[in-house]
Structure formats: C-alpha cells, structure tokens
C-alpha cells in the first residue's frame, strides 16, 4: 500500500510526523479517511478521535477541533489540542464533560447551541474511550 507524509500540529508540540497508510479524521461535515493520492482539501475538524494507521498499527489520538489540509505534499492537520490515549487523564476528561454540563444554565441562543454541541463531542469521545477499553 502507497504511503505518504503526515504531520499532526497542535499549539504545544508536533504530535506526530511520519510515513503513513491512512489517517481517519472526524471532520466537522462528517469523518473522511485519506490514502495516498488522495484530492487536496482542506477541512474543518470536529473534536473526536483521529486514527493513524502505519504498517498495520492503529494510533488514537483526541483531537478537539483544528483543520486539515491535504497537498501533494501530503497531510497536516493544525489541531487546537492533540492527546495520545496513552497520555488523556480520564478522570480529568469527566470532570471536564461534567463542568461543560453545568455551565450550560448559563448560556443562552447561538451560544447555548454551539457549547450544546461541543458537549455533544465530548460525550461522544467519552463513549469511543469506553468502547475502546472494551476491546
């Protein structure tokens, strides 16, 4: 299988950079998987777990929101924040889901439906970590 070059960006570090098979993002428009050769693009990027995929290995990352562009010279995606699931303080992660709850009494409008929605992701990735503690 026809490799190419990816490179995850987040504010604090270079997540990752390497040679790779594919890379499945969850994507604001809906998750897309990119191979090799793949159209360039560049999209929104939801928070949700990202997975690397090198030489039949599987890499979960969590990203929370950034963008993705894919060039003939390969994939980069700027992410707001990027944590291995090796790295996620779980309990951390609950609490934080636990205070987005709270706060919502606050809000109100547009708002109100924007912080109803990244909660929404949050949960979602919650769920994927349990799931994922499964297998």
Do not use: C
Not at 26 to 39: N, R, S, T, W
Not at 61 to 66: A, D, F, P, T, Y
Not at 101 to 113: I, M, P, Q, R
Not at 118 to 125: A, G, T, V, Y
């Amino acid at each position: 299988m026809p490799t190419f070059h990816f490179d995850l960006v987040s504010p604090e570090k270079l997540a990752f950079s390497g040679e790779v098979d594919q890379v499945d993002i969850p994507g604001v428009e809906g998750d897309f998987g990119v191979l090799a050769g793949h159209a360039p693009i560049v999209a929104a990027i939801r928070p949700g777990i990202l997975t690397v995929i090198s030489h039949g290995k599987h890499e979960k990352i969590i990203v929370l929101g950034g963008l993705a562009e894919m060039s003939e010279k390969g994939l980069t995606v700027l992410a707001d924040v990027a944590t291995s699931l090796e790295d996620l303080d779980r309990a951390q992660f609950a609490d934080q889901i636990s205070a987005m709850e709270a706060k919502l009494s606050e809000k109100e409008g547009d708002v109100l439906d924007r912080e109803i929605e990244r909660l929404d992701h949050f949960k979602s990735i919650q769920s994927q970590l349990s799931a994922t503690a499964l297998h």
